[in-house]
């Protein structure tokens, strides 16, 4: 897999004793083209977050540990690159946004100055103050010359979110990662802010990956979809193909589990268990546990990611079942 902005190849990522680690990413492929803005989605473990922070290596360490695989972003080697390109790589070229801003803002500094702190370091030759009080205006925060001076406990948490978001535009990024980035918020926030994150990437043309386990929040928002499950990816294609016809069991799990206003559709259904434990990995497919087609070959063969029609992939051996489905 290559030719994208950003392309991970085979990513491990361990913790504990090398001997018998957590398996939390386990031979990862995941890439994305300019300009293009792609969803990954997946229940709270699945490794989402951690395969989104290894992109610019920033990795919790020594915790975790690179256990295999590469990572290359416009061509640089990710994970064999030096301080200084790495410093470059973070918040110039990979900007994120995190899920709560409460936690990710500074409590003790004026939001206005940790914007200007990111444009010290990665713009220093600009008017920090004029290009704060721009990007204020453009996330929607109305009052910036004002707004600028207060602190993060003095916002709603949405606008909040739209200092981060800010933040994360502050250096022209030319990939920007939201993880889970309304979480925290109301759903009328929510819907505000996923608005805003489809104008700021159109007008910047930047490539965009959305983390979210809420498959509903990702149509008509992401070109392709990837489906994660206990350290792989299960499931990749185009948004719409994904959505409408999945050909992956867990991928028709979690639209199952998604709410519905339709009163002629069946009750929401959640999914049985819950993904194993990342030291103790099932043998063969990890999901069958909870799968409801699963058969002898799922509980003793690992199936990898396979063609499953055009520019589709699934980690299923019985994908034609799921499709007709």
């Known amino acids: 897999m290559s030719g994208g902005l950003l392309n991970m190849q085979d990513l491990r990522i361990h913790f504990g004793p090398a001997d018998h680690p957590a ?14 803005t792609v969803a990954l989605v997946g229940e709270s473990g699945s490794g989402k977050s951690l395969t989104a922070l290894a992109a610019a290596n920033l990795l919790p360490r020594p915790a975790a540990r690179v256990a295999g695989g590469e990572i290359r972003f416009a061509g640089t080697d990710v ?10 790589l973070r918040g110039g070229d990979i900007a994120y946004i995190f899920q709560d801003p409460t936690t990710a803002l500074n409590p003790v500094m004026r939001v206005g100055d940790q914007v200007r702190e990111t444009l010290a370091i990665h713009r220093p030759d600009i008017d920090g103050r004029k290009e ?22 003095e916002f709603s948490g949405g606008m909040q979110q739209r200092v981060m978001i800010a933040m994360a535009l502050a250096c022209r990024p030319r990939l920007l990662i939201a993880d889970e980035p309304t979480t925290a918020l109301d759903v009328t926030i929510q819907k505000s802010i996923f608005e805003l994150l489809r104008d700021v990437r159109e007008t910047y043309r ?5 983390i979210t386990h809420n498959l509903g929040l990702v149509s008509g928002f992401a070109v392709r979809i990837y489906v994660m499950y206990a350290g792989r990816m ?12 999945p050909a992956h ?8 589990a998604v709410p519905s ?31 409801p087609i699963a058969r002898e070959r799922c509980r003793t063969d690992d199936p990898r990611l396979m063609a499953a029609g055009h520019e589709r992939q699934s980690a299923c051996f019985f994908y034609e079942d799921v499709l007709r489905t």
Do not use: W
């Not at 398996?23 to 293009?36: P, S």
């Not at 930047?206 to 959305?210: I, K, N």
């Not at 299960?234 to 016809?245: C, K, T």
């Open 23 to 36: 398996r939390a990413v386990d031979g990862v492929d995941l890439v994305i083209h300019e300009h293009e």
């Open 261 to 291: 206003l339709d009163p002629h559709r069946s009750r929401r259904r959640g999914i049985p268990g819950r993904i194993p434990d990342p030291r103790e990995i099932p043998p063969g497919c990890r999901f069958h546990p909870r799968c």
């Open 132 to 153: 704060v009080l721009d990007l204020f205006t453009r996330v929607g925060i109305d009052d910036p010359s004002r707004r600028m001076n207060m602190f993060p406990h």
């Open 234 to 245: 299960v499931e990749e294609g185009p948004v719409s193909d994904v959505l409408s016809r």
């Open 249 to 256: 069991p867990y991928t028709r799990a979690l639209l199952d």
């Open 79 to 88: 994970l064999r690159a030096g301080s200084k390109q790495l410093r470059r």
């Open 206 to 210: 930047m490539s965009l990956l959305l």
